[in-house]
């Protein structure tokens, strides 16, 4: 797929801002602080319906937005693309209270039509490369966890679902787990077992889909990021792994995502029995896949731990090279790349290795950075460039 138009409104720095780009993709210079991330951003906001670095959705809206116009604050994002069955709309509107304290309206647009949060995600597909990809290293679980979901979701609706009937199902079982150790039930106490067992099955239910999905994601990613860096350096094998907070008896799971589904059900609800007194105590649910980790493996060891900081960096490298393989796999669709000032960091070595990389991906690519000679490589030379300036309303583009 690649992006034919973007149009920010009131989003970030841009009062207004309308870029065509070319199939091939752009490269994008710019001093700092000029706009370029929030480029980027507006992409993955249309492709997650979440920005991949703010905290709240109202810190995208521009500070002077509902000033001019005596209108609420609002921002808009509105994208062409070209899929493979055909051009689509893609937009997403957000209107905040006067104050700017809180979004009152977050609308979602796919073609014509308004559609939900969950119609929008993965109609966009990209991948991003970003200086804080050390974080899928040597972050904490969170972010990875973070950076599996968004994967999976852009191609998978069942996952997409039972990760956010997860997701309600923890917040109503802690919020009863928390009464319950405020009132210090005992975890014998027929009466509370009996109330939060309906919980249980829901969450079992939902955690054991999330479970299996990931697993069969993560074996196939596993491959392929081994297989991406044996391609970038000669003899390098690095893995991917997946850590379910359960312990799943080796030899266990398959290659069945449903006979997987039930076994991780019986070790979810088997976990959540044992969990029972520690859980009444505590407050809070402390098994199941809101506890999953992922890790980089180097020679069968921990990457964050062993690895050297360039093997750390084939690692991040390797993993979006292969979210790139697995989208393209499970949806027929190239992803759109973002790089986004990842080649300053690099030595030249990491630089050429990168690049040939993506360049042989067939992907629109998007490349910023502060200094138009970084970006001055053979691979991008293809690419036409653009120069942005701080709140510019149309960008011109040198062909
Ligand atoms: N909601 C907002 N409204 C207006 N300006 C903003 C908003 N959020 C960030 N900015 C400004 O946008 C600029 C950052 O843009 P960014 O895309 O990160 O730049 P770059 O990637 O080129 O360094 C900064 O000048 C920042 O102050
Ligand atoms: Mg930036």
């Known amino acids: 797929m690649y992006l034919r138009r973007l149009t920010l409104d009131q989003f970030r720095t841009y009062e207004r801002l309308d870029l065509e780009l070319p199939q091939v993709g752009l490269r994008i210079s710019g001093r700092n602080a000029s706009g370029k991330t929030?480029?980027?951003?507006?992409?993955?906001?249309?492709?997650?319906?979440?920005?991949?670095?703010?905290?709240?959705?109202?810190?995208?809206?521009?500070?002077?937005?509902?000033?001019?116009?005596?209108?609420?604050?609002?921002?808009?994002?509105?994208?062409?693309?070209?899929?493979?069955?055909?051009?689509?709309?893609?937009?997403l509107n957000l209107e905040l209270d006067a104050d700017r304290r809180a979004v009152i309206r977050k609308q979602f647009l796919l073609g014509s039509e308004q559609v939900r949060a969950h119609d929008l995600v993965g109609a966009v597909k990209c991948v991003l490369f970003s200086p804080e990809d050390v974080l899928l290293v040597s972050g904490a679980p969170s972010e990875r966890r973070r950076q599996i979901d968004i994967l999976i979701s852009q191609f998978d609706r069942v996952y997409l679902r039972a990760l956010s009937q997860y997701g309600r199902v923890l917040a109503q079982r802690n919020q009863l787990l928390k009464r319950f150790a405020r009132e210090r039930r005992a975890a014998r106490d027929p009466g509370a077992v009996n109330e939060v067992s309906f919980w249980d099955e829901e969450i079992v239910a939902a955690g054991a889909v999330v479970m299996a999905h990931r697993h069969l994601v993560v074996e196939r990613i596993s491959e392929l990021v081994s297989a991406r860096s044996a391609d970038l350096v000669a003899g390098a094998a690095i893995g991917f792994e997946y850590l379910p907070r359960l312990d799943v008896p080796e030899g266990r799971l398959g290659t069945n995502r449903d006979e997987n589904r039930g076994h991780f059900?019986?070790?979810?609800?088997?976990?959540?029995?044992?969990?029972?007194?520690?859980?009444?105590?505590?407050?809070?649910?402390?098994?199941?896949?809101?506890?999953?980790d992922f890790k980089f493996l180097i020679a069968q060891r921990d990457l964050a731990s062993y690895g050297s900081r360039g093997q750390q960096r084939l690692g991040?490298?390797?993993?979006?090279?292969?979210?790139i393989d697995i989208i393209d796999e499970q949806s027929g669709e190239r992803p759109i790349l973002l790089l986004d000032d990842v080649l300053s960091e690099l030595d030249s070595v990491h630089r050429d290795m990168l690049l040939s990389a993506v360049a042989g991906c067939g992907c629109q690519i998007l490349v910023t950075s502060t200094d138009p000679i970084t970006l001055d490589h053979p691979v991008l030379h293809t690419l036409p460039a653009a120069y942005i300036e701080d709140g510019m309303a149309a960008v011109k583009i040198d062909m």
């Open 316 to 323: 991040m490298v390797a993993y979006r090279l292969a979210e």
């Open 265 to 292: 059900a019986a070790i979810f609800q088997a976990a959540v029995e044992q969990a029972r007194p520690e859980e009444f105590r505590r407050g809070m649910t402390i098994v199941g896949p809101h506890r999953d």
């Open 38 to 91: 929030s480029i980027l951003e507006a992409l993955v906001m249309l492709s997650t319906t979440r920005s991949p670095r703010a905290a709240a959705d109202r810190e995208v809206v521009r500070w002077q937005s509902g000033d001019d116009y005596g209108v609420r604050p609002y921002a808009r994002i509105e994208a062409s693309v070209e899929l493979r069955d055909g051009p689509k709309r893609v937009g």
